[in-house]
């Protein structure tokens, strides 16, 4: 990664954080030339909607949106 420190947040459809927890870890990927930055959170109990996790390395920001429909 690159310099700074790693940092995840799960966010609403409004883009404010809330109190999902998310554990960032890093692994190495298999060719030895980079490596993942891996975010987890539960999702049970999350209502029907949208949300997105958002990763922290230093001042970038990334976004990953995603949606919990009924199954």
């Known amino acids: 990664t690159e310099e700074g420190t790693v940092t995840a947040a799960m ?3 409004l883009g404010q ?3 999902v927890p998310v554990s960032v870890s ?3 990927d298999e060719s030895g030339e980079f490596s993942w930055i891996v975010a987890e959170a ?3 109990a999350l209502a029907q909607g949208q949300y ?3 990763i ?3 001042a970038t920001r990334h976004r990953t949106p995603f949606e919990v429909v009924p199954y």
């Open 11 to 13: 966010l609403d459809r």
């Open 52 to 54: 997105a996790i958002e």
């Open 26 to 28: 890093e692994r190495q």
């Open 42 to 44: 539960p999702l049970a």
């Open 17 to 19: 954080p809330n109190a």
């Open 56 to 58: 922290a390395v230093g």
